[in-house]
């Protein structure tokens, strides 16, 4: 299986702040057909997970532009501007361009 | 809108199997469009794919395949999941996941039924 690995662990944020959460693959995520197949989801407390980002990009439906997803192969990236209370949870990225689909570990955004 | 939501037992025994059944709404089986999927996260813990039907085709993650069976009952909107010889470890919310033809992401979850193994 393709392990995903997400750092940090924890990230303490100040509101209106702005942070950066990388998840790396142990192979690269470019698929036969030329796409990158990993997205982001948060996960608030209490609450199921929520897809935020889609194909490494892609803001998914109602997803403020606030966030914004980057990188190739097997290095990615999440960042979040002007941080708001709502945006606190657990971050997790899932790849689906290899078989079986696969998350990693979790970041917690949390208050200072 | 796609809504779903999971219903299990709550809580069983080991070696018990786990019968789940996710009913959804704003879609169907029937179109052809989407494919349903089981994930489930233990407590505190990290997610875990278990099993997706697409149309008529099934998929399993290939560590728990021989414990898994997905099915789908079209005319009431309800996928099932089976999960055999339940251990303690087995503990964890369990979430069924929509997601369109042609994408490869889970786009819309339920809420999550939590299942507890224990004696």
């Known amino acids: 299986d393709v392990l995903m690995t997400q750092t940090p662990v924890s990230l303490p944020v100040s509101l209106g702040g702005q942070v950066s959460i990388s998840c790396r693959s142990s192979?690269?995520?470019?698929?036969?057909?030329?796409?990158?197949?990993l997205h982001w989801y948060l996960q608030k407390p209490g609450q199921s997970p929520q897809l935020l980002i889609y194909?490494?990009?892609n803001r998914f439906s109602g997803v403020p532009d606030r966030f914004s997803g980057s990188g190739s192969g097997t290095d990615f990236t999440l960042k979040i501007s002007r941080v708001e209370p709502e945006d606190l949870g657990v971050y997790y990225c899932?790849?689906?361009?290899?078989?079986?689909?696969?998350f990693g570990g979790g970041t917690k955004l949390e208050l200072k | 809108q796609v809504t779903l939501k999971e219903s299990g037992p709550g809580m069983l025994q080991p070696s018990q199997t786990l019968s789940l059944t996710c009913t959804f709404s704003?879609?169907?089986?029937?179109?052809?469009?989407?494919?349903l999927s089981w994930l489930r996260q233990p407590s505190g813990k990290g997610l875990e794919w278990l099993a997706s039907?697409?149309?008529?085709?099934?998929y399993y993650n290939p560590s728990l395949r021989s414990r898994l069976t997905i099915s789908k009952e079209t005319s009431k909107n309800q996928v099932l999941l089976k999960f055999t010889s339940m251990e303690p470890a087995d503990t964890a919310t369990y979430y069924c996941?929509?997601?369109?033809?042609?994408?490869?992401?889970?786009?819309?979850w339920g809420q999550g039924t939590l299942v507890t193994v224990s004696s």
């Open positions: 039907i697409w149309n008529n085709d099934n």
């Open positions: 192979q690269s995520l470019v698929h036969s057909d030329g796409n990158t197949y």
């Open positions: 899932l790849q689906s361009t290899h078989f079986p689909p696969t």
């Open positions: 194909r490494v990009s």
């Open positions: 996941a929509w997601r369109a033809r042609g994408t490869s992401w889970f786009a819309y």
């Open positions: 704003g879609t169907s089986l029937s179109t052809s469009n989407m494919g």
